[in-house]
């Protein structure tokens, strides 16, 4: 079983924000940045440290925050910028896990001809 949906959009906020803020405060940002944060999509956002993340999304009944510190690294995160980037659920674990995220690509895997 896993935390996250597994058909879910995500997205990663570039801005590091105050790790005070609560789940209503994150969902205020995600409303404040043009997205529906009842969409029921992933809003991942970082410490300024990078050392901790908190995940926002709207389950359909309530609202769900996940946070994560970690012990002796920081989390792999793009520049500060003002965008939003979106993740894949693999990418997600990833960086959930610590891993460098940006390394995770779809295995591509051509048609098979045919057999005969």
Do not use: H, N
């Not at 906020?13 to 969409?39: E, I, Q």
Request: net charge positive; charged share 25%.
């Amino acid at each position: 079983m896993s935390l996250f949906p597994s058909d879910v959009k995500v997205f990663l906020s570039l801005t590091p924000v105050d790790f005070r803020k609560g789940p209503d405060s994150l969902l205020a940002l995600v409303r404040d940045s043009g997205s529906d944060p009842f969409s029921g999509a992933l809003y991942a956002f970082r410490a300024k440290r990078a050392d901790r993340i908190k995940i926002v999304w709207w389950d359909g009944s309530g609202v769900c925050l996940y946070t994560k510190r970690l012990e002796r690294s920081g989390f792999c995160w793009p520049r500060a910028g003002q965008a939003q980037l979106r993740l894949s659920q693999s990418q997600l674990m990833a960086l959930v896990d610590g891993l460098d995220w940006t390394r995770v690509r779809p295995v591509r895997v051509r048609r098979p001809e045919l057999v005969g």
